[in-house]
C-alpha cells in the first residue's frame, strides 16, 4: 500500500463533500436563531482553536513521523505572550502581537528543536517533554510570570487599524468567525505544503530518513523547519486560546494538553490535516459527553479511543473512507 493511501493524504471524493458541507454548516451555524446561542458559540470556537493546534501537531506527528509529547508549551507559551503584551487599561493591537505571539513561539521551537530533532524515536518523545516540563515549572514556580494561579488577558486585541476598525473581537458571533477564517486559512496553507516539494520531503523523512539522506536531503535541516514552523501554527492557536478565554495558567503548557491533541490527531486520521479539524470536534464533543454522562468519563474516553485505533486505525475519516468505498462497490455489484 503507497504511503499516500495509508496515510489517506489524498482525500477521497465523498469525504471532500462531507467536509465542506460540515464547513458551510460551521460558518451558518450562528445565524441559527436558538436558546444558548452564546455557550454555543464559545464551544465551537474553543474546538476551532484546538483544531488549528491539532493541525500543528499533525505537521510533525502525521507528515513527518515525530510524535511530541511537549507541543502543548508552545500553545501556551503565546498565550502567556498575549497576557503580557495586553495593558492593563487598554486592549493590545491585533496587527501586531499576533505576530509576535506567533514568531517568538516559533522562534522557541527553533532553539528547543536545534537539539531535540537530533535525537531519535522513544527519546526524541522523552526530549521533548523534558523541555515542555521545563517550560511548565519556569512559569509555575515564578511568582513574577504568574505562578501557578497564571495570568489574566482583561481585553480581547484590538482589530482598529489606521483608526478604522474593521471588527470587534469582543463580540462572539465576530470572534467565531475570526477564528474559523484562521483555521481555514492554515488548512488551505498546510494542505499545499503538504504536495510543495518541502512537504514531500517530510513525508519522504517520515517513511525512510536514511534513504532521504543517501539521496542528499538534509534530514536535519527538513526536521528543524517542520518543528518551527509547527511551533509557530501552535502559538496562533494559544494566542485565540487566550483571547477567547482572558486567562491563562502553566496547565496550558502541561502533558495533559500535548496528549490530548495527539489524540485528536490519531482519532481523525494522521497526515491530512482535514483529520485534525475532525479529530479535535470529535473528541471534544465526545469528551463533552462523557462528562455529562457519569463521573467516571475518563475510563469511557479511553475505552473509546482504544476501539477507534483498534477498528479504525486510520481515524474516523479512513473508517468513512472505507463505508462508502464499501457502498459504492456494493452498489455497482448490484443488477
Same mark, same amino acid.
Given at each position: ?58 505537521? +510533525?506527528? =502525521? ?8 507541543? @502543548?508549551?508552545?500553545? #501556551?507559551?503565546? *498565550? &502567556?505572550? %498575549? ?118 520531503? +517530510?513525508? =519522504? ?8 539522506? @543517501?539521496?542528499?536531503? #538534509?534530514?536535519? *535541516? &527538513?526536521? %528543524? ?111
Amino acid at each position: 500500500m503507497s504511503t499516500a493511501k495509508a496515510q489517506l493524504e489524498i482525500l477521497p471524493r465523498s469525504i471532500q463533500i462531507l467536509l465542506s458541507v460540515g464547513a458551510i454548516a460551521l460558518a451558518a451555524f450562528p445565524l441559527i436563531p436558538m436558546e444558548s446561542s452564546g455557550f454555543y458559540i464559545q464551544l465551537l470556537s474553543q474546538m476551532m482553536i484546538l483544531a488549528i493546534f491539532a493541525m500543528s501537531l499533525d505537521l +510533525l506527528q =502525521g507528515v513527518t513521523g515525530l510524535v511530541s509529547l511537549g507541543h @502543548a508549551a508552545y500553545f #501556551g507559551l503565546a *498565550g &502567556y505572550a %498575549l497576557a503580557f503584551l495586553t495593558p492593563a487599561d487598554v486592549p493590545v493591537s491585533l496587527w501586531w502581537s499576533l505576530p509576535v505571539a506567533a514568531l517568538g513561539t516559533g522562534l522557541a521551537a527553533l532553539v528547543i528543536g536545534f537539539f531535540v530533532v537530533r535525537t531519535h524515536g522513544i527519546y526524541f518523545i522523552m526530549v521533548t517533554m523534558a523541555f515542555a516540563q521545563m517550560v511548565f515549572y519556569i512559569f509555575f514556580d515564578n511568582a513574577d510570570l504568574g505562578g501557578s494561579d497564571g495570568l489574566y488577558v482583561y481585553f480581547r486585541p484590538d482589530a482598529t487599524l489606521f483608526g478604522w476598525q474593521p471588527f470587534d473581537l469582543e463580540n462572539k458571533t465576530t470572534f467565531f468567525y475570526f477564528t474559523l477564517a484562521l483555521l481555514v486559512l492554515i488548512y488551505a496553507f498546510l494542505r499545499r505544503l503538504l504536495f510543495s516539494p518541502f512537504g514531500r520531503a +517530510l513525508t =519522504g523523512i517520515r517513511v525512510n530518513e536514511h534513504r532521504m539522506r @543517501a539521496v542528499g536531503y #538534509g534530514s536535519f *535541516g &527538513y526536521k %528543524l523547519t517542520a518543528f518551527t514552523l509547527a511551533g509557530a501554527l501552535a502559538g496562533v492557536a494559544g494566542y485565540l486560546w487566550a483571547a477567547q478565554t482572558g486567562y491563562v495558567n502553566p496547565e496550558l503548557m502541561g502533558f495533559h494538553l500535548s496528549a490530548h491533541a495527539i489524540m485528536m490527531v490519531i482519532l481523525g486520521g494522521m497526515g491530512n490535516f482535514a483529520g485534525a479539524i475532525v479529530g479535535a470536534f470529535a473528541f471534544e464533543w465526545v469528551m463533552h459527553f462523557f462528562k455529562d454522562l457519569t463521573k467516571h468519563w475518563q475510563l469511557l474516553m479511553g475505552s473509546f479511543i482504544v476501539l477507534v485505533v483498534l477498528f479504525a486505525p486510520r481515524g474516523l475519516l479512513g473508517l468513512i473512507e472505507r463505508f462508502t468505498a464499501a457502498t459504492k462497490e456494493k452498489a455497482e455489484e448490484t443488477p
